[in-house]
């Protein structure tokens, strides 16, 4: 009887002392980068819970809290507002793109140089990871993934027939990063933020290169799959036709590739390079996330916030990460995840010396990787591709298959990051409307009133309008280059 007294007793002690551990925990909320392929189909819980696991073995003194899924769109500056905030949605660390960097960084919601101990150069990182956390001389993130879009020749032995092209060219950022990828490779690497902010309408060369590749996607039917949102309302059935085709060239991102290998391990990637935009494949437009930390709790979780970016951008976890931790034993090398770590020593380990297709990508991206926009490309993506659209004449009635609901089909988030969209901002762009009343003409624009229209399209458009006597000028600044040459889509994968 005493002797089950105390034993009581102990279990009481413990779980008082177990309590009192807890409610001296410092909490910390995490978000992590939810748009990689559910390898586990369970929404990334299992990714989720490793993380938690292997941070919470190490620093017992910090309760972590991790979320990411399909649910939170990191592509909403209004979002970003709410996670990097003070309300009840706010997280102490976000994984986000850095392609919103500026634009976040502008509104003061992220703490410059949030853990100093780890050294952000190119002695560690891609070069061009180090300039995507780098906006206004300050850097504001610590990368952990880069991504692109890589034209893969895949094989598949149990398949049958060939389809020149799949992929999906309808993503809510697609049209525009193919239009920058064209733009520089056109033009010069420089030239990226002009191209931003340049209109589409004066470099009908560079706009062809990407239509001279989408129409390798034309079936024998006349649709074209890649074009007319059918593989972006039916993602399933791209990496379907993957494992159907005997062979097939395959545009996605690395990781989308990685996962039909996943669901097919008899499907392999014969050769793979940069697309051909803008009529080379000199540079690859590499995008890049990273971790912030949210500028108002960072004072007070200072100490937990670095020591999870240190735990998180570890030789150890990118390796359990990419090869499937959560997944498998760590001696398993069965699965691979085939993300694309920014520290460059993932690249230098064994395990990954011995995956050709990891040497294959960590070359090209080493010779040819440049940074994607990290500011102003927010406000500009959705003219981007509404007038690419309309160029390429791609929302033309050539499929049916209007029917797509972008919410329901979480597996189509992977960098061109497809969550629902519709309600981007969209500022600092130019719209020209054009009425004519009981008049035909290309220059004159009549509605109870006069107002003409002077263009000069070397580098300046002028636009004069006249209004019971109130005349407005606004000039408008569009970038043109000497005559461009004619595209040829030609590439060793294609021929």
């Known amino acids: 009887m005493f002797c089950g007294k105390v034993f009581l007793l102990l279990l009481a002690t413990a779980a008082i002392n177990a309590q009192v551990k807890s409610d001296t925990n410092t909490n910390l909320r995490v978000l992590i980068f939810p748009y990689i392929p559910d390898l586990n189909k369970d929404g990334l819980a299992s990714l989720r819970n490793h993380i938690k696991r292997e941070f919470e073995a190490k620093n017992t003194d910090i309760t972590l809290v991790v979320e990411g899924d399909s649910l939170h769109n990191l592509y909403n500056l209004e979002n970003m507002r709410q996670y990097l905030g003070t309300g009840p949605s706010a997280f102490d660390v976000a994984e986000v793109d850095m392609i919103l960097l500026g634009e976040m960084a502008n509104e003061n919601l992220l703490e410059p140089n949030p853990d100093p101990s780890i050294q952000v150069d190119s002695s560690s990182f891609f070069p ?17 993934l880069v991504c692109a ?42 030239f990226m933020y002009e191209g931003v902010n340049s209109d589409p309408n004066y470099h009908e060369d560079v706009v062809n290169s990407i239509k001279q590749l989408s129409d390798r996607c034309l079936r024998s039917d006349g649709s074209n799959p890649c074009t007319n949102r059918y593989y972006r309302s039916e993602p399933e059935k791209m990496t379907e036709d993957v494992i159907r085709s005997k062979e097939s060239h395959f545009l996605a991102y690395v990781e989308v590739i990685g996962e039909v290998m996943h669901r097919n391990p008899d499907v392999e990637v014969e050769s793979i390079a940069p697309p051909p935009l803008g009529g080379s494949e000199r540079y690859l437009q590499m995008y890049t996330d990273a971790l ?42 069965s699965c691979t995840r085939y993300v694309l770590p920014a520290n460059t020593n993932f690249y230098q380990s064994s395990r990954v010396k011995e995956n050709s297709l990891y040497q294959q990508l960590y070359g090209i991206m080493n010779d040819r990787g440049i940074s994607a926009p990290n500011s102003e490309l927010y406000d500009r993506r959705e003219y ?45 762009t130019t719209t020209t409307t054009t009425m004519t009343t009981n008049t035909t003409t290309t220059t004159t624009m009549t509605t109870n009133t006069t107002t003409t229209t002077t263009m000069t399209t070397n580098t300046t ?8 006597t109130t005349t407005t000028t606004t000039t408008y600044k569009y970038y043109v280059h000497p005559p461009e040459k004619t595209y040829t889509v030609k590439t060793a994968l294609l021929g």
């Not at 061009?128 to 952990?144: E, K």
């Not at 992977?414 to 519709?422: E, I, L, P, T, V």
Request: net charge neutral; with cysteine; hydrophobic share 25%.
């Open 384 to 428: 981007l591709d509404t007038t690419l659209s309309t160029m390429l004449k791609y929302d033309k009635k050539e499929h049916n298959h209007n029917h797509y609901h972008d919410h329901q089909h979480n597996y189509n988030h992977y960098h061109d990051h497809q969550h629902n969209h519709n309600h981007y901002l969209t500022t600092n």
């Open 149 to 190: 879009n890589f034209l893969a020749k895949m094989t598949s032995p149990t398949g049958s027939g060939t389809l020149q092209l799949i992929g999906n060219f309808r993503g809510s950022w697609t049209l525009p990063g193919y239009y920058l990828s064209a733009y520089v490779n056109a033009y010069g690497a420089s």
């Open 292 to 333: 912030v930390a949210n500028r108002n709790t960072y004072q007070s979780k200072k100490e937990a916030i670095k020591r999870f970016m240190e735990f998180y951008t570890s030789d150890d976890f990118r390796q359990s990460y990419a090869f499937c931790g959560d997944m498998v034993g760590e001696g398993d090398i």
């Open 461 to 468: 458009t002028t636009t004069t309008m006249t209004t019971n």
């Open 128 to 144: 061009f990871a180090v300039n995507a956390v780098t906006y206004g001389g300050t850097t504001y993130g610590i990368p952990t």
